[in-house]
């Protein structure tokens, strides 16, 4: 974290404004299975640098590693979980592929838990 508020303060100092930024931690990109799932169970500790957080969750080796579906298209289930998991912890951007089923899984979880 203390990096990250370095690497902030020198964007700030090049001029760019802090409500330019946002925040992707990188999920896959270099982590294994226990590294991303600790970092999507522990994101909300970004929030402390007062920037919106997006991830990338869409059709991710992680969820292969955890569902056993190889074929990337075959992970849409995963990425629709692993985005609405992501939003209750204040994720505020989800960068995925398939668009409209994300949309949908999100509008009906939304209307069933708050109905």
Known sequence: MIILKKNLNKLEKKGI????II???GIGFGKNLKHNITLINNISIF???GLPIMLGL???RFIKDI???NDSKERIG????SCIYS???GVQI????DVNEINQGIKIFKKLNYY
């Not at 995963?78 to 979980?81: I, K, Y």
């Open 17 to 20: 404004k802090h409500n330019n």
């Open 23 to 25: 925040l992707d931690p």
């Open 47 to 49: 929030h402390s640098l």
């Open 58 to 60: 869409s059709r991710k």
């Open 67 to 69: 569902s056993g579906l």
């Open 78 to 81: 995963g990425t629709v979980s």
């Open 87 to 89: 939003m209750l912890q």
């Open 94 to 97: 989800l960068r995925v592929h």
